[in-house]
Nanobody
Framework: VQLQASGGGLVQAGGSLRLSCAAS????????MGWFRQNPGKEREFVAA???????YYANSVKGRFTISRDNAKNTIYLQMNSLKPEDTAVYYC???????????????????WGQGTQVTVSS
C-alpha cells in the first residue's frame, strides 16, 4: 500500500488549500481514510476521516471549515481547507486502514498505512 499526499503550501490566513492523497496497492473502496496533522514536538492530531461508506468525521477545530471527500474511481481522497488560520500550520498526513472501527476513527494508532506528509503553512 502506498499513499501519496500533495497540495500543501504557503497561504495567508483566510485563504484556502486543497490536499490530495492518492492511494495504490489496495482495494480503495474498502478502506477508511483519514487526515492527521503534526507539528514538531507535538502528537499527531486527528483532522478528518471518511469511512468506506463515505460517512465523514471532523475534529471540532476544523468543523465547518474543512471538507473531506473521496473519489473511488481515482483512488484519491481530498481535504478542502477554507478559512485557514495560523494554528492550522502543520505537516498533514493521510492514512488508511481497512478495519477502523467507528470508536477509533480519530485515533492515529488505528491506521496501518501512512503517506509521507505535506507541509501546510498559514501566515498571519
Amino acid at each position: 500500500v502506498q499513499l501519496q499526499a500533495s497540495g500543501g503550501g504557503l497561504v495567508q490566513a483566510g485563504g484556502s488549500l486543497r490536499l490530495s492523497c492518492a492511494a495504490s496497492g489496495l482495494t480503495f473502496r474498502d478502506y477508511s481514510m483519514g487526515w492527521f496533522r503534526q507539528n514538531p514536538g507535538k502528537e499527531r492530531e486527528f483532522v478528518a476521516a471518511i469511512r468506506y461508506s463515505s460517512s465523514t468525521y471532523y475534529a471540532n477545530s476544523v468543523k465547518g471549515r474543512f471538507t473531506i471527500s473521496r473519489d473511488n474511481a481515482k483512488n484519491t481522497i481530498y481535504l478542502q481547507m477554507n478559512s485557514l488560520k495560523p494554528e492550522d500550520t502543520a505537516v498533514y498526513y493521510c492514512a488508511a486502514d481497512r478495519s477502523v472501527i467507528l470508536t477509533s476513527i480519530r485515533n492515529p494508532d488505528a491506521y496501518a498505512y501512512w503517506g509521507q506528509g505535506t507541509q501546510v503553512t498559514v501566515s498571519s
